[in-house]
Structures are given as structure tokens and as C-alpha cells.
């Protein structure tokens, strides 16, 4: 539950929450008339140079305790990792104070985000109540856009921890369908569609499943005569791994293997609600990965959508068979101009850059550049990772046009890229993000980020797409 009073009279939980960067901001707390001695510590706090977080118990009062983070800092980024180490210890029913409208902003995104968790499989559930005290009603605004990229956000992450028997690719093609969207129009390619439209690697991925695959379109089109900016997104709702199996310890996140369709679910729920002036067209390519003994094998050669031929050296690379798909269709069907490719694509991307960063490469370099420049001054990371013609060659087969893994090559990451630079039907400017580290975050939580799923790009992508 969120409110935003304007009096004091209008808080109704016990616990407050201020920010203090300066003396001035001393002021806040007037209305608490504290203790002389309180004010003393505060104020020598103040000129220590190490953050801190201290705690006053009110007895007697309409409040009870009042929490004071001491920040300082010096950048946004630290500030945001020293509110994400504290905030989840604190109750849960708080209200937030800052005078700067910017801090008040992250104050509520840490604050939401670093004590996230899904609850409908609880039979007791967290009641999270946070307050936010507007010191002027235009503060709202701001706050109110900030509402909703959290809630974006935070369905990302709902998405990921939803088992697979909940999240079908048919229930999650249901979900984004029903979604009531201002401007994007949304288009369901059935398996029979994906079949009738010779769609072969997506069907092979998914069609020995009970749960058959299918292809969900968002249109975002402002102007026809812009060009249109295609993003595709993995949505493989478990992953088996199918005849290469993958091991018991890892089996378990599998159910996160449609992480980036959640996040292009979340993004463009995001982007919807802000004035873009861009064509967008994002494709979720849904499938459920199951073993079965008619499901494709090493050294099969499946044809694509755009005519190529692939040779299957790994089952378990298939992700790269379904995004293949969803590139030529865009790029056939609506003569796209740059192409994006997002996904939880290779373990080798955690080897180099571990949990809090996304690798990134591709020919696009305004967007390459975009994505660099965001990560300077944010907590969404993106790193450069090589993406050459050495690469590309890497990608040919002796017996068909190409192959989805060669085991020759340990940099695993620019190989998926350049595997999928292959299905670009328009010579497209090409951006591939990697992100099975960021997402999957299996190492400890900072700042905004939890432990496990994160919602990684809905905040850095919106962002960079809105000021495109």
C-alpha cells in the first residue's frame, strides 16, 4: 500500500524514515521537537564521513521510532547501495521524509525494491505500508511515475519466481493479451500460426511439450514513416535442456529462462506509460523446453524462418533458436531498422563479469554507447564484450549454413551474438545484451537489487528508449 500525505496529521504509521545530507535538513524533524542531546548526536554525525543510519525511540507519542539515514556519499550510486543495506531491516510500515525531490524518489524506489518479495504463495503474507510526505503536491508527479516503474519492476521479478506449471507459454501469451495498453497493440501467434508460418526453430524448441509454443507482438507505432527499432526477447519457460540435460543443481532456476520476456512484458507495460516518440516492436518468443524422445538431437539440421539451415551441436543452446525466429520475423514483417536481442543467454557471462553486470556488443554504437553512458552514474550495469568477424566464421558449419554452438571457442557470449547476427534479414544496426548474471543474481543483494531475480533493464532500457 502506498500514500502520499501533505500534513503530518495524514501519516498514519509509527515509523518514520528521514534523509539527512546537510544541516538544513535538520528542519524536517521540527515538528518531532526532539531532544536537545538527539539533535547534538545528529548534528555531529553530520560531520562524520562515513554514512550511517541511526535509531530514537519516541515513547509517549503519536510516533515511535524514528530512523535517520546520515548519507555521505559521493555519488548516487553508493547512496543507493548504503538505503539498499538498511532498508530491509527496517518495519514494515514506514513513512519517508526528504526535502530534495530527487532523494525522495530513491528513497521509495530502494525502499520498495530492496524489500520486495513474491507473496502469493504464502499463507502469510507481508503487509508493506509506505508513506511517502510530500512537501509540495508536485512532488506527487514525480512520485507517481516512480509508483509505476517500480510496479513494473517488481512484476518482472513475480514473473521469474512464478513456477512453470503457473506460467505457461500459452498462460503468459494470456497475461500480456489481456494487459489494457494505451498505445500498443498486441498480436498472439498460436502454435498453429507458428507452424502455418514456418517458424521451425521456434517449433522445434517447444513442440514436443504439452504446453505448445507461441509468439507474442507488441506494436508501439507513432509514425509509419520512422523507422522501427525491433527488440526480441527469450521467454523459454522451463529449460531442460533436453537430451543434454542440464545438471540437478542447476535445474532449479529454470523456471527463470523467460526472465527477459518478463522484462520486455514490464518494459513495454513501462514504456506505454511515458510519451515515446519511437517505434517499438517487441517480440516474445515462448516456449517450454521438456525432454522427450522425439525432441531434436545433437547433429539434427533444422531450417529457420529466413531459409537457414542450423546444425544442432547443443540441445541446450536454445535459446539462440528462438530468438533467431523472432529477429527474421520483425525484420521481415515490419522492414525494422536496428535490432535488439535481450536474454539470459550463456553462463559464460557470468564467468566474466559475475551478478552485477549485463555484457553487451553488436554494430548499433549509438545504442552501445547509450548503454555505457546509463551505466556510468547508475546501478543497472552494461559492459562492452567483443563481437568481431572471427566470431562470425565461428558460426558456419561444414554440412549446413550454420551451427548454434562450436565448442572450440570459450568466449561464449560473442558467439551467441554472433550466431544471431545471422538471422538479420535487413543488414539491421544490432545490439546484443547478455544478462544471466545481472538477472539471476546468485550472489548477495545491493541496493536495489535482491538476491535472485532483480528485474535488471526495465529502469536502464525505459529510460534510454524514452530519451531516444
Known amino acids: 500500500m502506498i500514500l502520499f500525505p501533505l500534513k503530518h496529521s495524514e501519516i498514519s504509521v509509527k515509523n518514520l524514515v528521514f534523509f539527512l545530507k546537510t544541516e538544513e535538513d535538520m528542519e524536517m524533524l521540527g515538528f518531532l521537537t526532539l531532544d536537545k ?50 532498508f530491509p531491516k527496517l518495519p514494515e510500515e514506514l513513512c519517508l521524509f526528504s526535502w530534495n525531490t530527487e532523494t525522495l524518489v530513491s528513497m521509495y524506489e530502494v525502499c520498495q525494491l530492496s524489500r520486495h518479495s513474491l507473496e502469493r504463495y504464502k499463507s502469510k503474507k507481508k503487509k508493506l505500508i509506505t508513506q511517502v510526505f510530500l512537501r509540495d503536491i508536485h512532488d506527487k508527479k514525480e512520485l507517481k511515475k516512480s509508483q509505476e516503474l517500480v510496479e513494473n519492476i517488481c512484476l518482472a521479478r513475480d514473473l521469474w ?75 523459454v519457460t522451463f529449460d531442460t535442456g533436453w537430451n543434454q540435460i542440464k545438471p540437478g543443481d542447476f535445474m532449479y532456476e529454470m523456471k527463470g529462462d523467460m526472465g527477459w520476456a518478463a522484462v520486455t512484458f514490464a518494459l513495454m507495460k513501462q514504456l506505454d506509460s511515458l510519451k515515446l516518440d519511437t517505434n517499438i516492436v517487441a517480440c516474445l518468443a515462448l516456449a517450454e523446453n521438456v525432454v522427450s524422445s522425439n525432441a531434436y538431437k545433437p547433429s539434427d539440421i533444422l531450417t529457420s524462418y529466413c531459409g537457414k539451415t542450423v546444425e544442432i551441436i547443443h540441445t541446450d543452446a536454445e535459446g539462440r533458436l528462438v530468438l533467431a525466429d523472432g529477429m527474421s520475423y520483425l525484420g521481415k514483417n515490419y522492414k525494422t531498422s536496428s535490432m535488439m536481442t535481450i536474454a539470459t543467454l550463456t553462463g559464460a557471462v557470468m564467468v566474466a563479469l559475475w551478478f552485477r553486470y549485463a555484457g553487451i556488443m553488436g554494430t ?36 549446413a549454413d550454420l551451427k548454434n554452438l562450436d565448442r572450440s571457442v570459450h568466449a561464449g557470449s560473442s558467439m551467441g551474438a554472433a550466431f544471431l547476427s545471422n538471422f538479420l534479414v535487413n543488414n539491421e544496426k544490432y545490439t546484443h545484451i547478455d544478462i544471466a548474471g545481472a538477472y539471476i543474481n546468485g550472489a548477495e543483494a545491493y541496493g536495489k537489487m535482491p538476491k535472485w531475480m532483480t528485474g535488471f533493464g526495465v529502469e536502464s532500457l525505459s529510460s534510454i528508449f524514452k530519451n531516444m
Not at 489481456?178 to 517449433?203: G, P
Not at 507461441?214 to 523507422?227: A, F, G, R, S, T
Request: overall charge positive; glycine content about 4%.
Open 364 to 399: 548499433d554504437r549509438d545504442m552501445l554507447d547509450s548503454l555505457l553512458t546509463y551505466s556510468k552514474n547508475n546501478t543497472e550495469k552494461y559492459i562492452e564484450l567483443p563481437f568481431a568477424d572471427h566470431f562470425l566464421e565461428k558460426t558456419k558449419s561444414d554440412i
Open 37 to 86: 542531546n538527539i539533535q547534538a548526536a545528529l548534528k555531529k554525525s553530520l560531520k562524520n564521513t562515513e554514512s550511517s543510519l541511526k535509531e530514537y525511540f519516541i515513547w509517549g507519542r503519536k510516533y515511535e521510532t524514528v530512523y535517520v539515514f546520515v548519507d555521505k556519499e559521493e555519488s548516487y550510486e553508493k547512496s543507493v547501495n548504503f538505503l539498499g543495506k538498511h
Open 161 to 235: 519466481e512464478t513456477p512453470a506449471c503457473d506460467l505457461t507459454p500459452e498462460i503468459f501469451a494470456g497475461m500480456v493479451k489481456s494487459t489494457k495498453f494505451k498505445k500498443i497493440k498486441v498480436k498472439v501467434l498460436s502454435y498453429k500460426d507458428i507452424q502455418k508460418k514456418k517458424l521451425w526453430l521456434i517449433e522445434w524448441v517447444g513442440k514436443w511439450s504439452e504446453n505448445k509454443p507461441c509468439m507474442v507482438i507488441l506494436e508501439h507505432i507513432v509514425d509509419k514513416k520512422k523507422p522501427i527499432h525491433g527488440i526480441v526477447w527469450k521467454g
